[in-house]
């Protein structure tokens, strides 16, 4: 990549290039050093899920992403220095909480704040016919049109033996 600006960051050497160009650079309003990563091989698969892990950066790492977006059809990111950390790649993969260990996602539980969980409750079921199990529908079905049918017969013998 040659002499590109990304506007409010200066290039000043490129330290690595694994396919993520990893610059040392600085920021022009306050001075401030910074590394910009840009992603060689464009929006590739691989790195579309590497620029994911970002999204899935814990809040005390999240913070260290100062900026990221395209240059010249490749993705970039913008983060302090990552001292400790061989690449981009290598800081991702151990920070990001999706690829974290069960035992490390266990022990973050109780680094944070608890956060309030609102408990949703079942509706409660309605007490009609629809809430019985079906032989209890069918039960009450048949009792229903024998009813009816009694009903009819007592009617229809009242009009016919009716003294007149």
Do not use: C
């Amino acid at each position: 990549m040659d002499q590109v600006s990304l506007g409010r960051f200066e290039l000043l050497e490129l330290r690595r290039d694994d396919g993520i160009q990893t610059y040392h650079a600085r920021e022009i309003a306050t001075k401030r050093p910074v590394q910009v990563h840009v992603f060689a091989n464009g929006p590739s698969p691989d790195n579309l899920a590497l620029l994911t892990k970002v999204a899935y950066l814990p809040d005390q790492e999240r913070h260290r992403v100062i900026d990221r977006g395209m240059i010249q059809g490749r993705p970039y990111v913008v983060t302090d220095r990552l001292a400790g950390f061989a690449s981009l790649r290598e800081w991702l993969d151990q920070k990001s909480v999706a690829m974290q260990t069960l035992d490390q996602q266990f022990a973050q539980l109780f680094d944070s704040e608890p956060t309030r969980v609102q408990i949703a409750t079942r509706p409660e079921q309605p007490s009609g016919i629809a809430s019985r199990p079906i032989q209890s529908r069918i039960l009450a079905l048949a009792l229903g049109t024998a009813a009816a049918i009694l009903f009819l017969a007592l009617l229809l013998a009242s009009i016919a033996f009716h003294p007149r």
